[in-house]
């Protein structure tokens, strides 16, 4: 599945910059100046988020533990932390927290998406379709696509297919030209051996996004299947001059090797 893993990074980086606006990115460890709770719940919380824009977890937990504390109701310190704690490997309370944010906030699809790519990486689609939906169907969600691709993505690593391509359908019907549901349409097609469609697929995705190894050599795959020698050569000689060291190269010449 080449491009199953493309999701991890929707959502997650978003939740990350929620509180960005005043925080630098250099951070610097000062108590919050006198206020109220509030004030200092919002204060610390920013200081947590700087440290995860680090990639420094540790400390920001510390610092949304405090603005939780001040504030146990701040979702956006549920979120942020809840992802801290996700990247320590400490997965169960990251679940306590990714889900409190989305009962505080039912209306915050960054919350929801990103609860739900959590629950996928834990293998649990059947858990995660509704905190997609909720997202996706939230009217004030800039990006709709990348939920409904991040779905697509997760019902496919699941192994249900046909609502993998209800997904990727439904974020293309709102951005025509979104590239990794392009894809994911291309190898979908691929793997149904519907290889026009998948030509298509492919040659809008190429027309917005640069070809990657994989799907070059999917391209070459493809045009063999049509009985486009032409073609074929020309995905070859581009993932030979693009890509000398990917493992693609092995598999191509491995595939010339055979007499395919």
């Not at 306590?96 to 989305?102: P, W």
């Not at 969600?141 to 609502?163: F, H, I, Q």
Request: aromatic letters at 8%; proline letters at 5%; one cysteine or more.
């Amino acid at each position: 599945m080449m491009a199953a893993m493309r999701w991890l990074t929707f959502g997650v980086a978003s939740l990350i910059l929620l509180a960005c606006g005043t925080t630098s990115t250099v951070v610097r460890d000062r108590a919050p100046a006198p206020g109220s709770k509030q004030e200092a719940a919002v204060a610390n919380m920013n200081l947590g988020v700087g440290y995860l824009r680090q990639g420094r977890p540790d400390l920001a937990i510390e610092r949304l533990q405090r603005a939780l504390k001040q504030n146990p109701r701040l979702a956006d310190a549920h979120s942020s932390i809840a992802i801290a704690y996700d990247q320590t490997g400490a997965f169960d309370e990251a679940e306590q927290h990714y889900k409190r944010a989305t009962q505080l906030e039912p209306s915050n699809a960054s919350a929801a998406n990103s609860y739900a790519v959590f629950l996928c990486r834990r293998s649990r689609w059947q858990d995660a379709e509704p905190y997609f939906e909720r997202a996706a169907d939230n009217p004030s969600y800039a990006t709709p696509e990348v939920v409904l691709t991040n779905a697509g993505v997760c019902a496919r690593g699941a192994g249900d297919n046909a609502k993998a391509e209800q997904y990727y359908r439904a974020a293309l019907a709102k951005n025509p030209m979104f590239a990794d549901a392009l894809s994911g349409m291309a190898e979908i097609a691929y793997q149904q051996r519907n290889f026009l469609q998948a030509r298509a697929f492919l040659q809008r995705y190429l027309a917005v996004q640069p070809a990657t190894a994989p799907l070059l050599l999917m391209c070459v795959n493809i045009e063999r299947q049509l009985e486009n020698r032409d073609g074929a050569e020309r995905c070859a000689m581009q993932l030979r001059q693009t890509f000398p060291a990917a493992p693609e190269i092995a598999q191509l010449q491995d595939q010339q090797g055979n007499g395919r």
